[in-house]
């Protein structure tokens, strides 16, 4: 149980983004930003079948090839599986995140969650990533905003194939993790309520953030820290609107999101606090969380992160966030 003591340090990469998640990345652009991550000591990376189809699990085992299998830890999900024939990317059925990936691979991909589809992505998974083995599996996006009112039958599926399946290979040492990863806390708590099969951590994507923890901080954190099991923390800049960029949630930030973080900026400018370095650190002040992985497109960014990871930031920030009411009175905060 629990996955810190697999993970090679708090600061991962996700690469979501390399996948072509919001505009085709010229193939050096994509292979820059990875080598920059491995430059830059990072040595955890994440993927999935659905980012582009395929394309950023290529990419990631291109831009990997050579490096020694053992120098890092790699995870990918399983719910996805990607087909020859291909289909219009954008007239995917995506629910709330329609559009997404528009610019990957034109592959066709179905969602399925049964165990002979796990063992069957699991093994395209490895091809494309050119490696004979996966660290970690997450069970993915199963969860309303992927499959709006059949999202608990497709979980029921998962229950009884994914996670059985994922649950056997971990136990014979075939993969030495598994859990899910989603964007949505309600199927994580159902997991943790289950007496079996256990996971060992879970990957929950924007709801551990500095615009939106309430819900994750009720019942899931709490049990989970109960029953050892630990949270990697994706989409840590809510999809980019709290670096700088466009998005929150996928979609084009909405002006109430874009109001809070003007607000997040104004007190970290206040205190001399990059909003990176508030993110990232707010991410990994809670006991749970095993790592953060923040994703990119350009080289550049990779520095970024790592400097807000090692950035000092005073305690009166935290103090005064809390105070704005602008994270939860419940949210752990560094301690230094
Ligand atoms: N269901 C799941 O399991 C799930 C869901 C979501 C995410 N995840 C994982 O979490 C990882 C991170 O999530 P994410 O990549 O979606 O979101 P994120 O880490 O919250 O944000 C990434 C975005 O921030 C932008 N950004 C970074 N620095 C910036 C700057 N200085 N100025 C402007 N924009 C900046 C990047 O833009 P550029 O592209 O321009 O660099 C990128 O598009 C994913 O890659 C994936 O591994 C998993």
């Known amino acids: 149980m629990g996955i810190k003591s697999l993970l ?4 991962g990469f996700g690469t979501a983004p390399l996948g072509n998640m919001f505009r085709a990345i010229p193939e050096e652009e994509a292979a820059a930003t990875v080598a920059a991550a491995w430059d830059q000591g990072i040595r955890y990376f994440d993927t999935a079948p ?6 950023s699990e290529i990419r990631l085992g291109e831009a990997l090839a050579g490096r020694p299998r053992d120098a890092y830890v790699l995870s990918t999900k399983v719910g996805r599986v990607i087909h020859d024939e291909v289909e219009d990317p954008a007239a995917r059925e995506l629910g709330e995140k329609g559009g997404l990936f528009e610019h990957g691979r034109p592959n066709r991909m179905t969602d399925d969650y049964t ?6 992505s699991i093994e395209d998974s490895l091809k494309r990533l050119g490696t004979d083995r996966l660290d970690i599996v997450w069970v993915h996006d199963i969860a309303q905003d992927f499959h709006g009112d059949q999202w608990l039958a497709r979980y029921e599926s998962a229950r009884t194939g994914a996670f059985r ?11 030495k993790a598994w859990g899910l990863g989603v964007n949505k806390v309600e199927p994580i708590e159902l997991t943790l309520d289950l007496d079996e099969p256990r996971p060992d951590a879970f990957l929950l994507a924007g709801r551990y953030t500095l615009l939106d923890h309430d819900r994750a901080l009720q019942r899931l954190l709490p049990a989970a820290a109960e029953q050892g099991v630990d949270m990697v923390v994706g989409g840590p800049y809510s999809s980019g609107v709290l670096a700088g960029g466009r998005h929150f949630e996928y979609q084009e930030a909405p002006p109430a999101i874009l109001d809070k973080v003007d607000r997040i900026k104004a007190l970290a400018e206040r205190h001399g606090v990059s909003i990176k370095a508030a993110a990232l650190q707010f991410a990994l002040a809670h006991p749970a969380t095993a790592a953060v992985v923040p994703g990119a497109t350009r080289p550049s960014r990779i520095a970024e992160d790592v400097a807000a990871l090692h950035e000092t930031v005073p305690a009166a920030f935290w103090t005064d966030l809390r105070a704005e009411n602008l994270i939860s009175a419940a949210a752990p905060v560094p301690t230094a």
């Open 8 to 11: 090679p340090g708090p600061l």
């Open 50 to 55: 659905f980012y582009g189809a395929g394309l």
């Open 115 to 120: 165990a002979d589809a796990t063992l069957r």
């Open 165 to 175: 399946v994922l649950q056997k290979l971990r136990d014979e040492g075939v993969i």
